[in-house]
Nanobody
């Protein structure tokens, strides 16, 4: 079992920055990738960015150049740095930890970007 807790959300003006953290507990050694998703009201959950245990990262086009996923899965320091935030980035942000056979979600953290 793996438990995840996201933190760092809040209210920020457009153009501002936030840093989200995803902290895992339990069988951390089993985690292969950590993925950030977001879900805005009325929308489906959307993939935002991923980081693998080896440190490879990937991003949805809409956040490339603005968001950076960094840290180490092994050291339990994964974060999502969000810069140049836009109103359309407003959503609940979740992290998902995948092992070879299972996925574990956190409870989410709200990010609200005001104009």
């Amino acid at each position: 079992q793996v438990q995840l807790v996201e933190s760092g959300g809040g209210l920020v003006q457009a153009g501002g920055s936030l840093r989200l953290s995803c902290r895992a507990s339990g069988r951390i050694f089993r985690i292969k990738t950590i993925t950030w998703y977001r879900q805005a009201p009325g929308n489906e959950r959307e993939w935002v960015a991923s980081i693998t245990r080896s440190g490879s990262t990937d991003y949805v086009d809409s956040v490339k150049g603005r968001f950076t996923v960094s840290g180490s899965i092994a050291e339990n320091t994964v974060s999502l740095e969000m810069n140049s935030l836009k109103v359309e980035d407003t959503a609940v942000y979740y992290c998902l930890a995948r092992t070879t056979s299972e996925g574990y979600w956190g409870q989410g953290t709200q990010v609200t970007v005001s104009s």
